[in-house]
């Protein structure tokens, strides 16, 4: 039924770049199949030249400057081009054979990118619902409710040419490996854990630290050990965490080729570093900022951390230490996000560097669902918790309309008008604006007067 849904859902994704996030993440795998190297400035010249990434400073920070090693900078990683290579290249055979400019720039190019983040997006509630199950026990209507409750949603569908839903997927994978993994933390398991980090942090560099929920957890099964056999489980314990480690650094070692050919060092570009303040000063405006806080754009999220916060103090042992687990790395996420001066991600749709942790959310609302929906009277709380989960999803897709149609200041939320246009003026124009969605999609990219 699920794969049916999705199946039927491809014609709303929007085979579409004109970001610069996008244009930087696309030019990385432009550049490497066509031009065999990490040199973007004829990526960038190409999308400029036909007014695309023609945002403010976008020619002064990646057509005028130079990395150490005289390159145009990149804020992008090498992990979302690994995943997209299988559809890019299915791309370059239907452009060869169906008469499209064979050039990586050309529609079909473009839409399989498109189309393979939605596919990755989609594989991540997959993930994120089996995680679930594996948990908690269910988890197939907290997968469906986070898949069009959150804004995964748009960046599945309206912007899949950024990073976020092969985010969404690496954190996805990294997560299932990991509760896999902990059952026995052999050497093997160990292998597989550290190579799923590496790709999620060749998608997304911050989200690689995301790997210390699992360390935690590590450690404190670790410190656990045999007291029969402690020299063998000791010995067992060090050898799983030296082939984790080991097999994250030669996982990562393209990436690290990448950045010392595209920036002179075999790390990221100093504009992205430098652009960090680790005491996180905006921490908590990234959940709760009226303007642009996470918990905001996205209620949904409410109600999924109440859910881990909930695995946490009321589980059994196992799911104690997942929910504990997933509500640190939540927090990590928060801290990070908070670290970044672009804060705000203002100009983006929503919080989109929590999309990450679709999976985790998954196992919390499906946590939050257990508990509300045993709660009594029955007869009360079931329909009020289902009129409060209309409202969260319906809040989603109603801002992602408000964003596409130029209703709302995409630079931020104004909470109390974008909720009487969500609930009022936008019921109104649903059926227009699905028209125009499906079939006059170019209507919501014209210039307005």
């Not at 983040?117 to 994120?128: K, M, N, Q, T």
């Not at 069009?148 to 976020?164: A, C, N, Q, R, W």
Request: proline share 5%; aromatic share 14%; charged share 15%.
């Amino acid at each position: 039924m699920l794969v049916a849904a999705f199946v039927l859902s491809l014609p709303a994704v929007t085979p579409r770049i004109y970001a610069s996030d996008e244009i930087q993440y696309f030019s990385y795998l432009r550049s490497l199949w066509f031009d065999r190297d990490v040199s973007f400035e004829n990526e960038y010249e190409y999308f400029y030249q036909r007014n695309v990434g023609r945002g403010e400073g976008f020619h002064a920070t990646f057509l005028e400057q130079y990395t150490d090693a005289g390159r145009r900078p990149s804020f992008a990683t090498l992990g979302s081009a690994m995943l997209w290579a299988p559809f890019y290249l299915a791309g370059d055979v239907i452009a060869r054979t169906a008469g499209h400019e064979a050039d990586g720039f050309s529609y079909p190019y473009i839409a399989a990118i498109a189309y393979g983040s939605a596919f990755y997006g989609f594989v991540a509630i997959l993930l994120s619902i089996r995680a679930a199950r594996a948990v908690i026990g269910h988890g197939m209507l907290a997968g469906l409710l986070v898949w069009i409750g959150t804004p995964l949603l748009f960046y599945m569908y309206v912007s899949p040419p950024y990073s976020h839903a092969c985010s969404a997927f690496a954190v996805a994978l990294f997560v299932t490996v990991w509760l896999h993994v902990r059952e026995s933390w052999t050497v093997r398991g160990a292998i597989a854990l550290g190579l799923s980090g590496a790709l999620m942090a060749m998608v997304r560099e911050q989200d690689a630290f995301l790997a210390i929920g699992p360390a935690v957890d590590f450690v404190v099964t670790a410190l656990g050990i045999n007291r029969r056999q402690p020299g063998a489980s000791i010995a067992a314990a060090v050898s799983a965490a030296a082939a984790g480690c080991s097999s994250f650094f030669v996982g990562i070692i393209p990436q690290l080729l990448a950045y010392k050919a595209l920036n002179g060092r075999f790390g990221p570009s100093a504009l992205v570093t430098r652009k960090m303040s680790w005491e996180s000063p905006n921490a908590l405006n990234v959940l709760a900022s009226p303007e642009h806080g996470f918990f905001i754009w996205t209620p949904l999220a409410v109600l999924a951390i109440a859910g881990l916060v909930l695995m946490m103090t009321r589980g059994d042992g196992r799911a104690r230490r997942v929910g504990a687990c997933a509500l640190l790395m939540v927090a990590i996420q928060v801290y990070v996000s908070g670290s970044v001066d672009s804060w705000t991600v203002a100009g983006a749709f929503g919080q989109r560097r929590f999309v990450a942790v679709t999976i985790l959310l998954t196992i919390g609302l499906a946590a939050c669902l257990s508990a509300a929906l045993d709660a009594r009277p029955r007869a009360i709380v079931r329909p009020a918790v289902g009129v409060l989960l209309a409202a969260c999803v319906w809040w989603n897709i109603a801002l992602m309309a408000e964003f596409g149609t130029g209703l709302m200041n995409r630079q931020r939320l104004e909470p109390r008008r974008n909720a009487y246009d969500a609930f009022v003026t936008l019921p109104r124009m649903l059926p227009d604006l699905v028209r125009r969605y499906f079939f006059d999609r170019p209507s919501f990219y014209r210039q307005r007067p």
